[in-house]
């Protein structure tokens, strides 16, 4: 058990390795549930392509900007939704995509910068 601690321990801080877990649950993951539990298309649209997806955008750029990642990061989110949209959904969801990308770029420019984390 204590070993699994470490595992997770470790996983949880490295930033990268998070947001790519993030971002393919939100695209891939999340839909996918969403349609096998049943949930309508106006639920989905609304609380899960609107809300949880904007917060997770959110939390990227926070993640990116905290941990002094590249800011290309903030592209991958989008474009990982976008391929999900084209292989799952409706194409007039593509527009999220770039609501994504403007959300990520403002959450970006608003927080502040800080100084690199030293690992020990």
Same mark, same amino acid.
């Given at each position: 058990?204590?070993?699994?601690?470490?595992?997770?321990?470790?996983?949880?801080?490295?930033?990268? /390795?998070?947001?790519?877990?993030?971002? !393919? =649950?939100?695209? $891939?993951? #999340?839909?996918? *549930?969403?349609? %096998?539990?049943?949930?309508?298309?106006?639920?989905?649209?609304?609380?899960?392509?609107?809300?949880?997806?904007?917060? /997770?955008?959110?939390?990227?750029?926070? !993640? =990116?900007?905290? $941990?002094? #990642?590249?800011? *290309?990061?903030? %592209?991958?989110?989008?474009?990982?939704?976008?391929?999900?949209?084209?292989?799952?959904?409706?194409?007039?969801?593509?527009?999220?995509?770039?609501?994504?990308?403007?959300?990520?770029?403002?959450?970006?420019?608003?927080?502040?910068?800080?100084?690199?984390?030293?690992?020990?």
């Amino acid at each position: 058990m204590d070993e699994w601690m470490k595992l997770t321990k470790k996983f949880f801080s490295k930033p990268v /390795l998070l947001t790519i877990l993030m971002v !393919l =649950v939100a695209s $891939f993951g #999340l839909p996918l *549930l969403s349609n %096998f539990i049943g949930i309508s298309k106006v639920h989905r649209i609304i609380y899960l392509f609107l809300l949880v997806n904007s917060l /997770l955008s959110i939390s990227i750029s926070w !993640l =990116v900007r905290r $941990f002094n #990642l590249n800011i *290309l990061w903030l %592209f991958f989110f989008p474009i990982v939704f976008a391929i999900s949209i084209w292989w799952r959904f409706a194409k007039y969801n593509y527009w999220l995509a770039g609501i994504y990308l403007i959300l990520s770029l403002i959450v970006y420019l608003l927080v502040p910068a800080t100084k690199p984390i030293q690992e020990d």
